[in-house]
Each structure stands twice: as structure tokens, then as C-alpha cells.
């Protein structure tokens, strides 16, 4: 592929020499195919010391160097007063393929993620309120696109009930929620557990912050 | 006689009885003759010759706390008789008489001596009205274990005149915040000495110790969604799942037996209790209803569970025999207010302590006699107060609570008095279970 004109052995060899130590300490021999068919010889390091491979360049960056240069012709030649053609061609590129279908997986889960609402429930209380009932009514909408993906719902309570009736009070909330979700005909798998209140999203010791952890959390399998 | 300062108990309402001093043998045991009301046994406590540098740790002051705290003595005040605190001997003639003559006929002093790498304590109990040495203990160990040597005497001189056991050698397990997770601690009794059990950065929750005080069952939600209770070997450190059924498995307490366990499981669909011997193997239901019914109790005697139920729609205190039979209410709504949980029954048998909930919706400690006749708060302030757990001797009870921002382990005598704090680590520290000594 390369037609050098071939005017000056010192030029050639410096190169060479050149062409060698760019391509460093790749030790790939593969041949990479063109896209217009033509061939490119794999690069020779038959001589020079060979670097270990844990050197940290990227072999396929190097490699594309060393092959091809930056404008796909190889090593340079040097100037000639009659010089060939030189074929030019675009870099060789081979890319890690992504997964389509992981892709629209996780932004299908991502989007229902975030139709998942908190819902919340009165002192002291497991049963829906009307609000909880709207919200959940929308987060079953996004559940339906997704319903392969398995989905746990927590139970949280806020600082005003003792450690151990808030363990159980918060799993009657996950499972009103639960029941209420199945009847609207969501068909993933569900999973329900109660953190009492170990674990508030609000710290301060009045209203403004009880109500925030009085909570049912739902959360997609592998979403944040 | 002193002023019967130790019968300041009228004041909280209490009849007052006689107590008795009854010879038996090499023990004088002590009898109360109504639960509740004591005649504390004045005791003087002369200053112990100390022999070595103790690096700040001072045994008198351990053992004169530990005497207070049993509210078993009344402990002289002798700078106030002209003894001189430091002392580089044994009390003289003129010292032991001028003390005895005030009132305080039962004497202790005591030395702090090196021996070799360890340290020796000696401890000696003179009786003034009979002027005889009623006995020594020489407790030898290495000098980090000096407060343990001033606790156990202090066990001696109770157990020397009431025939109990004594709270000093006792320790406290409890929850304390690592992080983003909550870890399992032990601390002796006064809140020295606290160590950390559990290292698993994530949930730990309700320890319960087992009679012998070589076991702590306890919640992790190490496995996932679903808490279980598992069992730590104190001594051989090893650790495994008593039960593991799926849904929250929750509140263990251990029998006084240590051959089972109760606790709450969501396995039915909601709360139920249920019993499961101690090697997780064989479980007994106890409960069946549609309503949560959690967090058991045992009684001393093993007969009965105190427990918590919402079946009445608010939860209350529920009591029943240890075969589910005899279920019945021991709070009421009406009577005892909204919300009554986390039932913990004193090793005594006579008072159930529980969460109780104000007026301001605060929670509190109350406490009612198992046959319903008595009740009252135990405690009062602004924060909420729980997890209530009692000594052994049945006169105190080691609660969490956030009265000072915090949340922090305190212990209260039982008649309301003796407010103490016990942590101060500056994080989170709850669920205090008090253990046997």
C-alpha cells in the first residue's frame, strides 16, 4: 500500500526506525482489513527491546498509529522531487459495540424510576390516603412499560412511634401499598421490607421533617 | 442511726414497711418485706491505702458509686466525720469508733497493692457493734481490670446482706451508630469499658443477652431485605442465624430458661409471636390474629409473654401464658392512653415497664404492675424516652432517650429517681439490654 519513492535509504531507514518506535511496545501482529479491502502489513518489531505489556498505552491506539499514521498512509517516507501516489484513507476504527437492548433496558427503568413517587401516610397510620392512591395510581402506569423488573417497596415511619411497633408499621405500609399496586394490575415481582424509622430522610424533630419519613419508597431492581 | 435518709421512697408514694435484718448462717440476709420499700444498711467506706499509681482509676470511688447505685446502703459521708480522705493503712481505733459511734457499724476499707505485672485488691468488712473483722476478699488481676475488682466486692457487700446477686458485675449491650450502620456495643453497667461486638457497617438492632451472659441474639439485616435474628458467642466470637424465615424477623428475648426464644415474624403475611429453641431448629406459634402482635416479653417464672398487639386498633399490652393461652389486655386505651409498646418485664415479676406516649405525643416510660392495679410514668422532659430494659434486682431501668440532643443510654431507679446518663460518644445510642450479673 505504500508506494514511496524511495530516493534516500537514510530517509527510509529513519522511518523505519521512527515507524518502530511509535508503534512502542505493541506486540499485536493482527491485520487489519480497510474498508476498501486493501491490505495493511502488520507492523514488524522483529528488533528493539520489547516493552512489557503492561505498558499503558492502548494497544489499538498504538496500533492505528504505527499502522496507518494519523492519516491512514503508514510511516512517513520523506519528500521525494518525484513523488508516488500516496493512498490515503481514513483510520481504521473498530469501536466496543453497544448493547441496544441494555440501553433502552435501563433508560425504560430509569424513566419509571422516576414516576416511582414517594407516597405518604398519616401519624400513627398504614392506610392510603387519597393522595398516596393518585400517586400510585401513575406510579403503576410506569410499572406497566417495565413489568419484567422486580420492584421493592420500604416501609418507613417517622422518630414518634417506638423502634420495634415502627418495624412492623412500616411493613403494614409497604404491603397497603403492595395490595394496592397488584390491584391495579401491575404484574412485577414485588418485594416488601420495613427500615421502622432507621432510616429518615430527615432528621429534625417536628412536623416538617415527620411527614417526609411517614413513607412507602419504591425502588426498581437496579435503579438508585 | 443515722437519719433514715433511704426511706425517701414515701415521698413517691410508697407504703413503708419494716425491713428486716435476718441472721442466716454466714449471710445476713436482708428481706424486704413489700416490693418497692427498703431500709438502705448505713455503711462507711474508709479510703483505701493505695500502694501503686492507679492512672486515675479509683476503686473507692467505682465501689462507693456502685454501692449508692444498688440503693442497698447508705454510704457515710466521713469527710464529714473528720476522716481524712488518703490513707496509708488501716483506719485506726479512734477513727473505727468515732465512725461507729455516728451510726456506721458496718465498716469496709481496703488496699490497692502491686504484685509482680498484676494488681491485688483487699477488701475487708468489719462489723463495729460485734468489733469483729466479718471478713476479707483479695481479688488479684491485671491492673486494667481494677474497676471489675471494686464492682465485684461491691457485689459481695450486697450479696453479704441481702443474699442477691448484686447489678455491678452486670453489663449493658446496646446499639450504637458506626457510619451508615448501626452496630452492636457492650459496656459494663456504669457505662465504662464499651467495646464493639459487630462489624458489619450495616443494621444491627434489639440485642437480648441470654441468662448466662455468653450469647446476645440481636436483628441484622445483614442478609437483605429481610431482617433476621442471629446469636453472637461472646467468648468464642462465633455468630449464627437462630431464625431466618422469610419477612421481617424481629424483637428476640431470650427465656429466662436460655433454652428458647420468642420473637415476631412477618412470615404469615403480618406480625405474629412465636417461640423457637435456641438452636433455631424447632418454632412454636403463639399468636394468631390479622393484627400485628410483636415484641414478646417473658416473665421471670417463664409462665407468661407480655407482648405488644394492635388488634384493639391502637397498640397496647397484651399478656398471655407461654403456650399463647390466657390472652388478655393489661393496658387500656382509655385508661392508659393511645399508644402502649415495647413491653420489657423486671426480672423481679412485679412492674412491666413499657413505652407510654404523652399528651405532646412524646414518647415515655410507664410502668404497670402485671395484674393492672398499678400504674404510673416514669418518665418526664421533652424527648422521646424507649427501649426500656431492667436491671436484675428490678430497681432500675436502662432506657434510650434524646433529652440532652443526642441520643443516649440512661438508667432511672424505678421509683423515678436517679436519673444517670451512661453514654456520651457523641453518635447514636440505643436499644440498652441490661444483663444479668
Same mark, same amino acid.
Not at chain 2, 50 to 77: H, I, T, W, Y
Not at chain 2, 147 to 162: G, N, P, S, V
Given at each position: ?122 401519624f400513627d ?32 415511619c417517622d422518630e414518634r412511634g417506638s423502634r420495634e411497633y415502627n418495624l412492623v408499621l412500616g ?25 421502622g424509622k432507621e432510616?429518615p430522610?430527615c432528621t429534625e424533630h417536628e412536623e416538617?421533617c415527620y411527614?417526609?419519613n411517614r ?10 | ?5 433511704? *426511706?425517701?421512697?414515701?415521698?413517691a408514694g ?22 418497692g ?32 447505685r444498688?440503693l *442497698? ?83 459481695? *457487700? ?9 447489678i455491678?458485675?452486670s453489663r449493658i449491650a446496646y446499639v450504637s451508630e458506626?457510619?451508615?450502620?448501626k452496630?452492636l456495643f457492650?459496656m459494663?453497667y456504669d457505662g465504662?469499658?464499651p ?8 443494621? @444491627?438492632l434489639a440485642p437480648s443477652w ?9 436483628v ?30 424481629i424483637t428476640?428475648d ?15 403475611? @403480618? ?23 410483636l415484641a414478646p416479653t ?8 407480655a407482648f405488644t398487639?394492635d388488634?384493639?386498633?391502637t397498640p397496647q399490652i ?12 393489661l393496658t387500656?386505651k382509655?385508661r392508659h392512653g393511645t399508644y402502649n409498646t415495647a413491653a420489657a418485664w423486671s426480672p423481679k415479676?412485679n412492674w412491666i415497664a413499657h413505652v407510654c406516649r404523652d399528651d405532646r405525643r412524646l414518647l415515655k416510660l410507664c410502668v404497670i404492675s402485671?395484674?393492672?392495679?398499678q400504674s404510673r410514668q416514669l418518665t418526664t422532659g421533652s424527648s422521646n424516652d424507649e427501649s426500656p430494659s431492667w436491671s436484675a434486682d428490678g430497681r432500675h431501668v436502662a432506657f434510650s432517650s434524646a433529652r440532652n440532643g443526642k441520643r443516649d443510654i440512661y438508667m432511672i431507679n424505678v421509683d423515678g429517681t436517679g436519673l444517670e446518663r451512661l453514654t456520651a460518644s457523641g453518635t447514636f445510642n440505643d436499644d440498652p439490654a441490661w444483663s *444479668?450479673?
Amino acid at each position: 500500500m505504500i508506494i514511496g519513492s524511495g530516493k534516500s535509504l537514510y530517509w527510509i531507514g529513519v522511518a523505519g526506525l521512527v515507524g518502530m518506535l511509535a508503534m512502542g511496545g505493541c506486540s499485536k501482529k493482527s491485520v487489519v482489513a480497510t474498508t476498501s479491502g486493501a491490505e495493511v502489513a502488520p507492523p514488524k518489531a522483529e528488533s528493539g527491546p520489547s516493552k512489557p505489556s503492561g505498558d499503558a498505552k492502548p494497544s489499538g491506539d498504538a496500533k492505528a498509529k504505527a499502522d496507518t499514521g494519523p492519516s491512514g498512509g503508514g510511516p512517513l517516507e520523506g519528500f521525494s522531487k518525484s513523488p508516488k501516489d500516496e493512498a490515503v484513507k481514513s483510520l481504521p476504527m473498530m469501536v466496543a459495540k453497544a448493547d441496544q437492548a441494555e440501553i433502552d433496558a435501563r433508560r425504560a427503568r430509569e424513566a419509571a424510576q422516576k414516576q416511582l413517587a414517594d407516597i405518604y401516610f398519616a401519624f400513627d397510620k398504614w392506610a392510603l390516603t387519597t393522595e398516596g392512591k393518585k400517586n400510585l395510581t401513575q406510579s403503576a402506569d410506569a410499572l406497566k412499560q417495565v413489568s419484567n423488573l422486580k420492584l421493592l417497596i420500604e416501609g418507613h415511619c417517622d422518630e414518634r412511634g417506638s423502634r420495634e411497633y415502627n418495624l412492623v408499621l412500616g411493613e403494614k405500609r409497604a404491603k397497603e401499598t403492595e395490595r394496592f399496586l397488584l390491584g391495579l394490575g401491575i404484574r412485577n415481582p414485588v418485594a416488601v421490607t420495613s427500615f421502622g424509622k432507621e432510616r429518615p430522610v430527615c432528621t429534625e424533630h417536628e412536623e416538617s421533617c415527620y411527614w417526609k419519613n411517614r413513607r412507602a419508597h419504591l425502588i426498581l431492581e437496579g435503579a438508585k | 442511726m443515722p437519719p433514715l435518709s433511704g *426511706l425517701g421512697l414515701a415521698a413517691a408514694g410508697f407504703v413503708i414497711s419494716a425491713a428486716f435484718v435476718v441472721s442466716s448462717g454466714a449471710v445476713e440476709v436482708f428481706i424486704e418485706a413489700t416490693r418497692g420499700s427498703i431500709q438502705k444498711i448505713p455503711i462507711a467506706i474508709f479510703p483505701f491505702q493505695e500502694g501503686l499509681s492507679l492512672n486515675g482509676q479509683a476503686p473507692l470511688e467505682v465501689l462507693k458509686a456502685d454501692l449508692r447505685r444498688s440503693l *442497698l446502703f447508705d454510704v457515710a459521708d466521713l469527710e464529714k466525720l473528720g476522716i481524712k480522705a488518703g490513707a496509708s493503712s488501716a483506719p485506726d481505733d479512734e477513727s473505727r469508733r468515732r465512725v461507729g459511734e455516728a451510726g456506721w457499724a458496718v465498716q469496709v476499707w481496703g488496699a490497692i497493692l502491686p504484685r509482680g505485672e498484676d494488681t491485688v485488691m483487699e477488701g475487708t468488712l468489719y462489723d463495729y457493734n460485734r468489733k469483729e473483722q466479718v471478713g476479707g476478699k483479695r481479688y488479684v488481676g491485671s491492673p486494667d481490670v481494677i474497676r471489675q475488682m471494686a464492682h465485684r466486692f461491691a457485689d459481695e *457487700l450486697a450479696f453479704h446482706f441481702t443474699g442477691e446477686q448484686g447489678i455491678a458485675r452486670s453489663r449493658i449491650a446496646y446499639v450504637s451508630e458506626k457510619g451508615r450502620g448501626k452496630e452492636l456495643f457492650v459496656m459494663d453497667y456504669d457505662g465504662y469499658n464499651p467495646r464493639q461486638v459487630t462489624f458489619d457497617e450495616f443494621l @444491627n438492632l434489639a440485642p437480648s443477652w441470654s441468662p448466662d451472659k455468653q450469647h446476645l441474639a440481636f436483628v441484622t439485616y445483614r442478609a437483605g431485605k429481610d431482617p433476621q435474628i442471629h446469636a453472637l458467642d461472646l467468648v468464642t466470637g462465633r455468630r449464627r442465624a437462630i431464625v431466618a424465615l422469610p419477612g421481617l424477623n424481629i424483637t428476640p428475648d431470650w427465656a429466662p430458661s436460655g433454652e428458647e426464644l420468642a420473637f415476631t415474624t412477618t412470615k404469615d403475611g @403480618n406480625a405474629e409471636i412465636y417461640k423457637v429453641d435456641k438452636a433455631g431448629k424447632r418454632f412454636e406459634r403463639l399468636t394468631n390474629h390479622w393484627a400485628a402482635d410483636l415484641a414478646p416479653t417473658w416473665s421471670p417464672t417463664g409462665r407468661e409473654i407480655a407482648f405488644t398487639s394492635d388488634r384493639g386498633g391502637t397498640p397496647q399490652i397484651y399478656l398471655m401464658s407461654a403456650d399463647g393461652s390466657n390472652l388478655h389486655p393489661l393496658t387500656y386505651k382509655d385508661r392508659h392512653g393511645t399508644y402502649n409498646t415495647a413491653a420489657a418485664w423486671s426480672p423481679k415479676g412485679n412492674w412491666i415497664a413499657h413505652v407510654c406516649r404523652d399528651d405532646r405525643r412524646l414518647l415515655k416510660l410507664c410502668v404497670i404492675s402485671p395484674d393492672g392495679q398499678q400504674s404510673r410514668q416514669l418518665t418526664t422532659g421533652s424527648s422521646n424516652d424507649e427501649s426500656p430494659s431492667w436491671s436484675a434486682d428490678g430497681r432500675h431501668v436502662a432506657f434510650s432517650s434524646a433529652r440532652n440532643g443526642k441520643r443516649d443510654i440512661y438508667m432511672i431507679n424505678v421509683d423515678g429517681t436517679g436519673l444517670e446518663r451512661l453514654t456520651a460518644s457523641g453518635t447514636f445510642n440505643d436499644d440498652p439490654a441490661w444483663s *444479668l450479673p
